[in-house]
């Protein structure tokens, strides 16, 4: 008995991996050119950046693993240059995964110092109750910050910068200031719940933090690339941030008001107004959010700064 319920669990292992790998394979890579020289790449996982001009193509986050090949492909339609360098925006494996390939290729990765360290160490998410073993050497980012780094090619600045403890504890937001074109990584999902990884460090404070320091730096042609989710602007993140501040208030009076995490988690009309406008329309749901707001606002020694 008990072995055939291991065997039914080593199957449904295969069964799922296997259909993740055929989805992976089903999934092409979407170009889109988001001014002169940057273009977006749409696939399975995180929305990818890439700059081309003279002095080499410079990437922004890379997708799972299985995802490389097609990803190196869709850049080579763009650019004759190799892959000189390329960002992460925190250390999640729809972000890094392809990080071995592209290093194989010649890229240098960079990242802030905490993806480093994350990605070195196995690492346990309480909420999806999700292992995360250490990532080989390779896939390691072999350039690491603590605050800021900048790049200056294909004729632009481009700063990358780290924000405090918001979808994780090792963000960065990468600007090209001379194409005013901000990708945010996963501080913002534009049009859904948010997903912050509070085992990671991420809280909602700092995530609203990240979204003020992008308000200050955008205007209204700056071009903004979330971590997932279609192409945005100043408008909507602006329009973003503030359902989510209204939604972080809701949760915290409710909180004020004695309730446990059970009761939070039940409470559906603290995201009615934002369910309506299908917000938990994917993996985070709405009760999802709430249980992540509660677990944010009730942690301690939250540091924002
Ligand atoms: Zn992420």
């Not at 240059?81 to 010649?106: A, C, R, Y």
């Amino acid at each position: 008995m008990k072995l055939q319920k291991l065997l039914l669990h080593i199957s449904a292992i295969i069964l799922f991996s296997c259909s993740t790998n055929a989805q992976n394979q089903d999934v092409p890579i979407t170009t889109t050119q988001v001014t002169d020289n940057i273009y977006m790449l749409e696939g399975r996982g995180g929305n990818i950046a890439v700059s081309i001009g003279e002095d080499g193509a410079f990437m922004v986050d890379d997708q799972y693993a299985n995802m490389s090949e097609k990803i190196l492909n869709a850049v080579k339609e763009i650019t004759d240059q190799p892959i000189k360098f390329l960002v992460n925006t925190h250390w999640h494996g729809d972000h890094t995964g392809g990080n071995e390939s592209m290093q194989k290729e010649g890229a240098i990765v960079v990242a802030h110092e905490n993806v480093r360290k994350r990605m070195s160490t196995e690492q346990f998410n309480k909420l999806w109750g999700r292992t995360t073993p250490p990532s080989p050497k390779e896939a390691l980012p072999i350039v690491t910050f603590s605050k800021d780094i900048s790049f200056h090619l294909n004729g632009e600045d481009i700063f990358v910068f780290h924000v405090h403890n918001a979808h994780t504890d090792g963000d960065a937001m990468v600007y090209f200031s001379g194409s005013n074109v901000l990708h945010m990584g996963d501080t913002f999902f534009n049009g859904k719940y948010p997903y912050i990884d509070i085992s990671a460090g991420g809280s909602i404070d700092g995530y609203l933090a990240a979204h003020r320091k992008a308000l200050l730096l955008a205007d209204d042609e700056t071009k903004i690339i979330p971590g997932h989710l279609k192409l945005s602007n100043k408008a909507e993140l602006q329009a973003y941030t503030e359902k989510l501040t209204k939604l972080r208030e809701n949760v915290e009076n409710a909180i004020a008001t004695g309730k446990t995490e059970q009761e939070i988690i039940d409470d559906v009309s603290l995201t009615k107004f934002l369910d309506e406008q299908d917000f938990g329309d994917w993996f985070i749901k709405p009760e999802v959010i709430r249980r992540i707001l509660y677990l944010s606002l009730t942690a301690k020694n939250q540091s924002t700064n």
